[in-house]
């Protein structure tokens, strides 16, 4: 059972959220889909600020017992000091069994500066490696060439707004949405519709993908969790959650860091064995 102040605590960073926005970390959040279940999505990581308590502000993923990997823009772009930061490993409902890890180095890639710019992924070098159990595992990262062409089942997870600005309530159990690859160049078209900005100009990049419907998506605070893909038979993580135009928009699918992109740039820093 939760300690009365474990219960009290993110209720009061409830509020907090909502009379001073932009005072705290953005929250994270899924749209549509169900509580996931307990023995699914292991490498599910919650990243924590040091507020009134260690708030929830985003999601990653373990790629290896000692690496998260997340989404830039919930560091960054300026440094960041790892002492006001930890990491909670697989946890089904949020706060409620809390055992928090502290981070050794913050790694934002040197491109980042917006998500819409693209670059919008980060690593973070935990402190001690994490011991492998059946509820905390790694996730494996795709092969360069693997396009995740639409039609390909993927799932996004995470703590984050359960719609627009409602954030997810207590017991902030774990979610989980199934998710449609929508294909890069129609997803470029459906970001243009509605706007004045040119054909010419491409927002949806080659270094993002997309994914989602008006019913399904991720939202804010799911930021830098993983949307992981069943290929033959494994998991793989195709993307980190980035950005979108808000959350199951019609048009405006939920638009993801591609990690194939990404490949290089995480082995200069996480050994390719456990
Ligand atoms: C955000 O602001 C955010 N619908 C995350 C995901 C999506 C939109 C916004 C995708 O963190």
Redesign the pocket.
């Known amino acids: 059972m939760p300690s009365l102040l474990g219960l009290a605590l993110p209720l009061l960073g409830s509020l907090v959220v909502l009379v001073a926005p932009g005072k705290v970390p953005?929250r994270?959040?899924i749209?549509g889909g169900q509580q996931a279940p307990r023995n699914k999505w292991p490498w599910q990581v919650s990243l924590r600020m040091q507020h009134i308590y260690w708030v929830h502000f985003?999601g990653g993923s373990l790629i290896h017992p000692q690496w998260v990997l997340t989404?830039a823009?919930c560091l960054g772009p300026g440094i960041q000091e790892p002492t006001g930061l930890r990491v909670q490993l697989r946890e089904q409902n949020l706060y409620y069994e809390d055992q928090l890890r502290p981070v050794n180095r913050i790694i934002v890639h040197p491109s980042y500066y917006t998500?819409q710019d693209g670059a919008d992924i980060a690593l973070l070098e935990l402190q001690e490696p994490a011991n492998l159990s059946s509820h905390v595992q790694v996730i494996n990262l795709p092969p360069r060439s693997e396009t995740f062409p639409p039609g390909t089942p993927c799932w996004v997870t995470g703590w984050?707004d359960i719609n627009d600005d409602i954030s997810l309530p207590p017991p902030f159990p774990l979610k989980q949405v199934k998710v449609p690859i929508v294909e890069n160049s129609q997803c470029d078209a459906m970001y243009h519709m509605d706007i004045s900005t040119g054909d010419n100009v491409q927002i949806v990049k080659d270094s993002m993908m997309c994914a989602?419907t008006v019913k399904k998506?991720?939202?804010?605070?799911?930021?830098g969790g993983p949307l992981t893909c069943r290929m033959n038979g494994t998991w793989l993580q195709a993307g980190v959650?980035?950005?979108?135009?808000?959350?199951?928009?019609p048009n405006?699918?939920?638009?993801y860091t591609r990690v194939t992109s990404f490949l290089d740039w995480i082995h200069q820093y996480v050994p390719k064995e456990l």
């Open positions: 953005e994270a959040g749209v985003c989404a823009h998500a984050g989602g998506d991720s939202c804010q605070g799911d930021s959650v980035s950005w979108g135009e808000g959350c199951a928009h405006r699918p939920g638009i």
